[in-house]
DNA sequence: GCCGTTTTCGGCCCGACTGTTTTCAGTCG
């Protein structure tokens, strides 16, 4: 097994003890573990060689035994036998909000049934309602949860559920008494799929910041109020909470609601052994008294011997050793992109000419923009001949003269990465770009021997500046064609091609933990919109939140440089230097 | 199941809210 399967059978042992009733500790080292695991650096088959597997923190003994077994032979009696007593369907389960392993395990024994159809009919014929601990609000909740689960699996893209925390920002900002207010939770982390809205307010009245919220005409429904905190489901699909707090407290709050669970737990474990508590309204000596003072989240962090963590990064993957090294690196931000490539036009698929696209970068503030329509084989999307080719050359360098340098159009094309690993044009074709981004469009059902040779080859052709979407992956709906990824962005780093993070929201590929893995390893990438019409553009954005939580600094985006630099590198790798 | 500048055993982050209770377990983030 690699390191991918490995994680999710650990994670998969984590979620049946805790369906058994175990030791809620246990299950989380299990899934600790499979975290560690994938996101681990290191080459997992080697340290199995080495017997170092217990070298990682929060592995031991009996797990090691275990992720050894898993490796070596792809298989785990001990999750064998789980599964015999734990039944899959009940996974699905857990998914359904207000239902966790306590009652599902109840609710399977009780009725034994154990698919999500058996429970809907249970719920319909009213035989949840008279087990012990269930009652008619806890039935009643179940099938709207499995309606939502049905529809949407739970979770959004960053678009839809950024611009909903915005509108409900702008909605309890006004209110009198706020005195200050933010998104916080995943959406704050750029996390690239969502499950939920957070919003936290200062307030020393949070009556009317409350009813401001519930009220709102984006607000399906209210499943929960309290003096302080409020959660709705919105009418857009997502779930959305408020809490209103303090002045005081609220950057504890902040910090509390940004999360992520794993980086609360790690900074509390942080202030205990410093003899502190941390919790969301303040940072308090454990023999009382009042909170250390901290005006904002910086002050926190401060407090606790560490430099600011940028919500991006708190995912505990090493940020808070990092933090309090001081080596935490300065993030690229939207500021940093000096122009956009891998853009496409009405030659091929996209919906504006190159003169309207250049336009649109312009009044983003870009100095250049790099053209990058489809190849031939994407006869789907409008791919180009040769002879279309050097039309459109023709027409950028007519555009380009029109500019007169004050913008720059770099001809660029997406060349297909064809099934044997050649590329869509011939060699001495190629040539005549300035800037080629080679992605995979087809035949996604290789094997990930053959994909991820077939990738490789591509790579080795000198005429490769950038990889595009390296996965093909279509977020919440299509699953990443099998590949090695590790090796691909291992051998892109060695040849000094860069790997795009596709700035598409329904993409976001490459993924950030892959990003930060391969930074690490000399990886260059660059933040493509692949937009194909004006408005695509502004995707930039997404991929520049996705390339923060990499952990990725502007000096590792070929478009965060200016244009002479990366004309000069692109000219470079020509030249094979 | 992991871990140790208090510990090799006894801890393991912490609080709001719900629903079902009659003082609290379960869920959630």
């Known amino acids: 097994m690699n390191r991918n399967e490995v994680a999710a059978a650990l994670s998969e042992i984590g979620t049946l003890l805790e ?106 014929e009213n035989r949840l309602r008279d087990l012990d601990g269930f009652g008619q609000a806890s039935q009643d909740k179940i099938l709207p949860g499995i309606d939502r689960l049905r529809k949407n699996a739970g979770r959004f893209l960053q678009p839809v559920v950024q ?43 949070p009556e009317p910041v409350m009813d401001a919220f519930a009220d709102s005409d984006q607000v399906e ?27 005081t407290a609220y950057p504890f709050t902040v910090m509390y609601f940004t999360g992520s669970k794993e980086h609360n737990i790690a900074m509390r474990s942080r202030a205990r052994a410093a003899g502190l508590k941390l919790n969301e309204y303040g940072l308090i000596p454990e ?34 050793a990092a933090a309090s090294r001081g080596s935490l690196p300065e993030l690229v931000s939207d500021s940093d992109i000096c122009g956009v490539l891998h853009c496409h036009s009405t030659w091929s698929d996209g919906s504006a000419s190159i003169a309207d696209m250049a336009q649109a970068c312009r009044e983003r503030g870009y100095s250049y923009l790099g053209i990058c329509d489809h190849s031939q084989a994407a006869s789907y999307a409008g791919g180009l001949s040769p002879e279309q080719v050097l039309e459109q050359h023709k027409e950028i360098d007519r555009l380009n003269h029109d500019l007169g340098g004050s913008f720059t159009i770099l001809k660029g094309i997406e060349v297909d990465i064809l099934t044997d690993g050649a590329l869509d044009y011939p060699d001495e074709f190629m040539a005549r770009f300035d800037l080629v981004v080679a992605s995979v469009h087809s035949r996604f059902n290789l094997s990930e021997e053959d994909q991820t040779s077939r990738i490789l080859k591509a790579l080795d052709n000198r005429y490769v500046d950038i990889l595009g979407h390296p996965t093909g992956r279509l977020l919440l709906a299509r699953d990443p064609y099998p590949v090695d990824l590790r090796a691909v962005v291992r051998a892109a780093a060695e040849r000094h091609v860069a790997v795009e993070v596709n700035a598409h929201p329904s993409r976001l590929d490459l993924d950030w933990r892959e990003l930060a893995i391969g930074l690490r390893n000399g990886l260059l990438t660059a933040i493509n919109p692949d937009a194909h019409s004006p408005a695509g553009i502004d995707h930039v954005h997404h991929g520049v939140g996705i390339a923060r939580k990499g952990w990725c600094t502007a000096e590792q985006v070929l478009n965060a440089w200016p244009l002479r630099r990366l004309q000069d590198w692109l000219k470079a790798r020509r030249n094979g230097a």
């Not at 309890?172 to 704050?188: F, K, L, M, Q, Y």
């Open 19 to 124: 369906l058994q009733g175990e030791n809620p500790f246990k299950t989380r080292a299990y899934g600790n573990a499979a975290r560690v695991i994938k996101s681990m650096d290191q080459d997992l088959a080697e340290l199995v060689e080495n017997r170092q597997v217990d070298s990682l923190k929060g592995i031991g003994k009996a797990l090691a035994e275990k992720i050894t077994l898993l490796v070596r032979d792809g298989r785990l009696p001990y999750l064998e036998e789980l599964r015999t007593r734990v039944p899959t369907g009940l996974l699905e389960w857990l998914r359904i909000p207000g239902l966790g392993p306590k009652k599902v395990r109840a609710i399977h024994l009780a009725l034994g049934i154990s698919t999500l159809g058996e429970l809907e009919y249970a719920c319909q």
């Open 163 to 205: 611009a909903e925390a915005e509108r409900l920002l702008a909605l309890v900002r006004p209110v009198p008494g706020v005195i200050r207010a933010t998104v916080a939770g995943s959406v704050r982390r750029k996390t690239e799929t969502s499950k939920d809205i957070d919003i936290v307010v200062a307030s020393a009245d």
């Open 221 to 247: 429904e209210i499943t929960g109020r309290g003096p302080t905190k409020c959660s709705v489901v919105l009418k857009s699909g997502p779930s959305a909470d408020l809490r209103v707090v303090g002045d």
């Open 287 to 320: 023999d009382g008294g009042a909170s250390l003072p901290c005006a904002d989240e910086a002050a926190i962090y401060g407090s606790l011997d560490l430099a600011y963590i940028e919500p991006e990064l708190r995912e505990d993957l090493g940020e808070l």
